[in-house]
């Protein structure tokens, strides 16, 4: 079966970076679009970045310029460089496709905080 599994998240201060790695199994990734996700206390996941099979990515208009997307399709995996992070940043992280999610990994811990 499909599975996700999310690593990188920690405890930084405001204006830090982190970057967190999704490794994928299960699944033909070269094809799908892959996306990040984030969920923070009592809100609903969103979306934060997305990048197509062909390397094309899209940003949501809150971390544009400070993240970076990108995916290596032989060794299935997905990263996303996080930079200028900011208290609202704060969130469990996970990966998925895009538009259609599969079951979700555990995700990982991001904490941005003085």
């Known amino acids: 079966q499909v599975q996700f599994v999310e690593s990188g998240g920690d405890l930084v201060q405001p204006g830090g970076s982190l970057r967190l790695s999704c490794a994928a199994s299960g699944i033909s990734f070269s094809t799908p679009t892959m996306a990040w996700y984030r969920q923070a206390p009592g809100e609903q996941r969103s979306w934060v970045a997305r990048?197509?099979?062909?390397?094309?990515?899209v940003y949501a208009n809150n971390v544009k310029g400070r993240f970076t997307i990108a995916r290596d399709n032989a060794k299935k995996t997905v990263s996303l460089q996080m930079n200028s992070l900011k208290p609202e940043d704060t969130a469990v992280y996970y990966c998925?496709?895009?538009?259609?999610?599969?079951?979700w990994g555990q995700g990982t811990q991001v904490t941005v905080s003085s």
């Open positions: 998925n496709l895009f538009p259609s999610v599969v079951p």
């Open positions: 990048i197509s099979a062909a390397g094309v990515s």
